[in-house]
């Protein structure tokens, strides 16, 4: 048995506290998600664990993962008959969405003096972390930051995404959970599915979609943008 035995009820433990929190006090940046990192984090700073055998004694939720990306498939076909109708705007806004999170965050990054593996690093920033460790290895990044870029990413949609959505008076399930499905990726689409199952439903077909159009044009976009901004 591993010697971080206990990493994995502190995991479980701390995360629902943290939702009973959240559900509490009911207030976008008291994230769940955050507000466990908050939880755990110093507690293995002072225990002086090192996140290696933390990691190794929460292994089993790790493996969840994959079942429960595959899970959200589950709204996302209830939701067909919606999705069939409506199909070529849902094309459309993933396009247009996957198009500006590429060149917004590549630009920017270019802008501030960024080399290009650093560049290419955080083009893939609003896709799943997988894809984005592919896309990023594949355009001679690091994909080991593009994981870091993709969780910044992903955690500052779920925390902030319904707040702007809710300032610029977006009402529509399907519009919110399109935009947030194509910033925040699995973490914005857990927020999402949490606040309303139909919203959940189209974020988790903007997170596949958009997964797809980055991987197919990424490698193309980058050398246009390095031989227009570099």
Same mark, same amino acid.
């Given at each position: 048995?591993?010697?971080?035995?206990?990493?994995?009820?502190?995991?479980?433990?701390?995360?629902?506290?943290?939702?009973?929190?959240?559900?509490?006090?009911?207030?976008?940046?008291?994230?769940?998600?955050?507000?466990?990192?908050?939880?755990?984090?110093?507690?293995?700073?002072?225990?002086?664990?090192?996140?290696?055998?933390?990691?190794?004694?929460?292994?089993?939720?790790?493996?969840?993962?994959?079942?429960?990306?595959?899970?959200?498939?589950?709204?996302?076909?209830?939701?067909?008959?919606?999705?069939?109708?409506?199909?070529?705007?849902?094309?459309?806004?993933?396009?247009?969405?996957?198009?500006?999170?590429?060149?917004?965050?590549?630009?920017?990054?270019?802008?501030?003096?960024?080399?290009?593996?650093?560049?290419?690093?955080?083009?893939?920033?609003?896709?799943?972390?997988?894809?984005?460790?592919?896309?990023?290895?594949?355009?001679?990044?690091?994909?080991?930051?593009?994981? #870091?870029?993709? @969780?910044? =990413?992903?955690? !500052?949609?779920?925390?902030?995404? %319904?707040? *702007?959505?809710?300032?610029?008076?977006?009402?529509?399930?399907?519009?919110?959970?399109?935009?947030?499905?194509?910033?925040?990726?699995?973490?914005?689409?857990?927020?999402?599915?949490?606040?309303?199952?139909?919203?959940?439903?189209?974020?988790?077909?903007?997170?596949?979609?958009?997964?797809? #159009?980055?991987? @197919?044009? =990424?490698?193309? !976009?980058?050398?246009?943008?390095? %031989?227009? *901004?570099?």
């Amino acid at each position: 048995m591993t010697d971080a035995w206990w990493s994995l009820p502190l995991t479980v433990v701390a995360y629902l506290l943290a939702r009973k929190l959240a559900a509490k006090i009911n207030i976008s940046i008291i994230n769940p998600l955050l507000v466990a990192m908050a939880i755990v984090i110093p507690i293995l700073l002072l225990t002086h664990i090192p996140y290696t055998r933390y990691f190794a004694g929460s292994t089993f939720l790790n493996q969840l993962l994959q079942p429960a990306v595959v899970a959200l498939a589950l709204p996302l076909y209830e939701q067909m008959h919606q999705i069939r109708a409506r199909w070529k705007t849902i094309i459309s806004v993933c396009f247009i969405g996957s198009i500006t999170a590429m060149v917004s965050g590549t630009a920017i990054a270019l802008w501030m003096g960024a080399t290009p593996e650093i560049a290419a690093t955080i083009m893939p920033k609003s896709v799943t972390t997988p894809i984005a460790m592919a896309v990023s290895g594949s355009l001679h990044g690091i994909p080991a930051i593009s994981a #870091i870029c993709v @969780l910044i =990413a992903g955690v !500052l949609g779920a925390v902030f995404g %319904h707040m *702007l959505l809710n300032l610029f008076k977006v009402h529509s399930k399907s519009s919110r959970g399109l935009a947030i499905g194509n910033a925040s990726h699995a973490l914005g689409t857990a927020r999402a599915a949490e606040i309303d199952y139909q919203e959940g439903a189209f974020s988790s077909l903007a997170l596949v979609i958009c997964g797809i #159009i980055t991987s @197919l044009l =990424a490698p193309f !976009l980058f050398p246009l943008l390095m %031989h227009w *901004l570099g």
